[in-house]
């Protein structure tokens, strides 16, 4: 299989997995026409439609959804195969030390860094789980994982998840309980989980919608300093979360989460890999990063799919 043709294919899934040509054509750095008469070619070539257009949506049609699931496949294997070459060739060695927050570290980092450290074997890995930002000129700490903006822009940062967001959800039992808000405005009704950060409580959120930006002022009856908390809380019926995406996409997957007011987009919660100095960005940290970066890209993915309720 050709370059062109290995790309023609990322572009389709990109697209499926955004609804949008234009997403997809800055996820890869190509332009919106180069991603069109990708997704042109790969029609022409199967003899199908993959895509039903219209001046405002991208939907993919049967045939482009069971394809969608072939597509996945083959990359899987061949990003697979080309880890395992990188295993057996660059022989990586040394330690890495690795800050994760607590949420994303506990419940997808220890089974991903699993697998990585399983292809190369000779990395040892340190890992500091902490929702408390670390410094990484004092600390003895190589590498941090983060959400949001950095407040060092001396700071290099290696993107992992650009497009993550917040998303507010529930579990179906407080659903049935109390009800599901019809907008952002309705949660002053609601008893909302918060997560509190050197003694700040982040009470309140941010949504946006046609250019639009609303912030309101939540309250509930439980704050925590740690992520995973404010998530156990939410899946127990406790309250309603405003969380990363990427935290809660097994939730939301399996149904033990509902999105609420998805008419609304929850702020932006970009991850990166960060680190203090250009000259730490080994060959060991790119392919830590692009690891990540495809495991994240898959787990977003899946949410995207998660049982309507």
Same mark, same amino acid.
């Given at each position: 299989?050709?370059?062109?043709?290995?790309?023609?294919?990322?572009?389709?899934?990109?697209?499926?997995?955004?609804?949008?040509? %234009?997403?997809?054509?800055?996820?890869?750095?190509?332009?919106?026409?180069?991603?069109?008469?990708?997704?042109?070619?790969?029609?022409?070539?199967?003899? @199908?439609?993959?895509?039903?257009?219209?001046?405002?949506?991208?939907?993919?049609?049967?045939?482009?959804?069971?394809?969608?699931?072939?597509?996945?496949?083959?990359?899987?294997?061949?990003?697979?195969?080309?880890?395992?070459?990188?295993?057996?060739?660059?022989?990586?060695?040394?330690?890495?030390?690795?800050?994760? =927050?607590?949420?994303?570290?506990?419940?997808?980092?220890?089974?991903? !860094?699993?697998?990585?450290?399983?292809?190369?074997?000779? *990395?040892?890995?340190?890992?500091? *789980?902490?929702?408390? =930002?670390?410094? *990484?000129?004092?600390? =003895?700490?190589?590498?941090?994982?983060?959400?949001?903006? !950095?407040?060092?822009?001396?700071?290099?940062?290696?993107?992992?998840?650009?497009?993550?967001?917040?998303?507010?959800?529930?579990?179906?039992?407080?659903?049935?309980?109390?009800?599901?808000?019809?907008?952002?405005?309705?949660?002053?009704?609601?008893?909302?989980?918060?997560?509190? !950060?050197?003694?700040?409580?982040?009470?309140?959120?941010?949504?946006?919608?046609?250019?639009?930006?609303?912030?309101?002022?939540?309250?509930?009856?439980?704050?925590?300093?740690?992520?995973?908390?404010?998530?156990?809380?939410? @899946?127990?019926?406790?309250?309603?979360?405003?969380?990363?995406?990427?935290?809660?996409? %097994?939730?939301?997957?399996?149904?033990?989460?509902?999105?609420?007011?998805?008419?609304?987009?929850?702020?932006?919660?970009?991850?990166?890999?960060?680190?203090?100095?250009?000259?730490?960005?080994?060959?060991?940290?790119?392919?830590?990063?692009?690891?990540?970066?495809?495991?994240?890209?898959?787990? *977003?993915?899946?949410?995207?799919?998660?049982?309507?309720?």
């Amino acid at each position: 299989m050709s370059m062109k043709a290995l790309r023609d294919l990322e572009v389709f899934r990109q697209t499926a997995d955004s609804g949008s040509l %234009t997403d997809a054509a800055r996820r890869l750095d190509i332009t919106p026409a180069a991603a069109s008469m990708a997704i042109k070619r790969l029609e022409e070539e199967l003899g @199908v439609r993959l895509f039903v257009r219209s001046t405002r949506s991208l939907r993919l049609t049967d045939e482009g959804q069971i394809y969608l699931t072939h597509c996945r496949q083959a990359l899987q294997a061949l990003d697979d195969g080309r880890e395992a070459a990188l295993a057996g060739s660059a022989a990586f060695s040394g330690v890495v030390h690795l800050s994760a =927050p607590s949420d994303i570290g506990r419940n997808l980092m220890l089974h991903w !860094l699993d697998d990585f450290l399983d292809q190369h074997p000779r *990395l040892q890995l340190r890992l500091l *789980l902490s929702d408390r =930002p670390v410094d *990484l000129y004092r600390q =003895p700490v190589d590498l941090t994982l983060r959400y949001g903006p !950095l407040p060092d822009s001396s700071l290099i940062a290696l993107p992992v998840a650009p497009d993550n967001r917040r998303v507010l959800c529930a579990s179906p039992a407080y659903i049935e309980r109390h009800g599901r808000p019809d907008s952002p405005k309705a949660l002053a009704r609601h008893n909302c989980l918060c997560f509190m !950060l050197d003694g700040y409580v982040h009470d309140r959120w941010t949504f946006h919608r046609d250019g639009g930006e609303m912030q309101v002022s939540v309250k509930g009856d439980r704050i925590a300093d740690d992520g995973e908390a404010v998530r156990r809380w939410a @899946v127990d019926g406790r309250g309603i979360a405003f969380k990363s995406e990427i935290d809660v996409a %097994t939730d939301l997957r399996a149904g033990r989460l509902v999105r609420l007011c998805t008419d609304w987009l929850g702020e932006m919660a970009s991850l990166h890999l960060v680190c203090s100095d250009r000259r730490r960005v080994t060959p060991v940290v790119q392919s830590l990063r692009e690891f990540l970066a495809r495991r994240c890209a898959q787990r *977003l993915a899946e949410a995207q799919v998660a049982p309507q309720q």
